[in-house]
T-cell receptor
Framework: DAKTTQPNSMESNEEEPVHLPCNHS???????IHWYRQLPSQGPEYVIH???SNVNNRMASLAIAEDRKSSTLILHRATLRDAAVYYC????????????FGKGTKLSVIP | KAGVTQTPRYLIKTRGQQVTLSCSPI?????VSWYQQTPGQGLQFLFE???????NKGNFPGRFSGRQFSNSRSEMNVSTLELGDSALYLC??????????????FGAGSRLTVL
């Protein structure tokens, strides 16, 4: 499994953009980059995923470096509800069928 | 659309007992995965089932087992409980195949306390 490095914690002011970085220098060419988040007292929640190009959905944007060794999850306007632990997960999918969670980044949002 | 339902939400057992946890996936999802979450080890993969077949298994002792039924509902069982089995057990479902196959939807979990 590809190893990931994420900051242990980050802070953001409410309604400000947040950029959550992830290094995955050993990622294989076929691994998608998945992001999940876990709000307090809940199960993880899917946020977004991508392979090579940048991706957007209603929750966030994912910027993937050209060499795919790093990616950044972008929350455009942080809300209090975005306070959670964010996990970056390279995922092979077929043949693996498992997510390998690291320690993630704990995001605090300041009102 | 109903989410992933796990029962029971909370339970307390004593060492040596066994426990069975249940998971009902999202309608139409054929894959069910189980994860254990503890403060020390974080989220760890237990096993994954697709169409009643186990496709992958994590690094857990044989006391941890699971199964999936023809309606995709799944159960996991832990026998001879140990104090270290106290954890949040999370179930996740996905299509398991085809577009969107790798996107997991998690339940709220079953919180097991072993005394």
């Amino acid at each position: 499994d590809a190893k990931t490095t994420q900051p242990n914690s980050m802070e953001s002011n409410e309604e400000e953009p947040v950029h959550l970085p992830c290094n995955h220098s050993t990622i294989s060419g076929t691994d998608y980059i998945h992001w999940y988040r876990q709000l307090p007292s809940q199960g993880p929640e899917y946020v977004i995923h991508g392979l090579t190009s940048n991706v957007n959905n209603r929750m966030a944007s994912l910027a993937i470096a050209e060499d795919r060794k790093s990616s950044t999850l972008i929350l455009h306007r942080a809300t209090l509800r975005d306070a959670a632990v964010y996990y970056c997960i390279p995922y092979t999918g077929a043949g693996s069928y498992q997510l390998t969670f690291g320690k993630g980044t704990k995001l605090s949002v300041i009102p | 659309k109903a989410g992933v339902t796990q029962t029971p939400r909370y339970l307390i057992k004593t060492r040596g007992q066994q426990v069975t946890l249940s998971c009902s996936p999202i309608s139409g999802h054929r894959s069910v995965s189980w994860y254990q979450q503890t403060p020390g080890q974080g989220l760890q993969f237990l096993f994954e089932y697709f169409s009643e077949t186990q496709r992958n298994k994590g690094n857990f002792p044989g006391r941890f087992s699971g199964r999936q039924f023809s309606n995709s509902r799944s159960e996991m069982n832990v026998s001879t409980l140990e104090l270290g089995d106290s954890a949040l057990y999370l179930c996740a479902s996905s299509k398991g195949k085809g577009p969107g196959a790798n996107v997991l939807t998690f339940g709220a979990g079953s919180r097991l306390t072993v005394l």
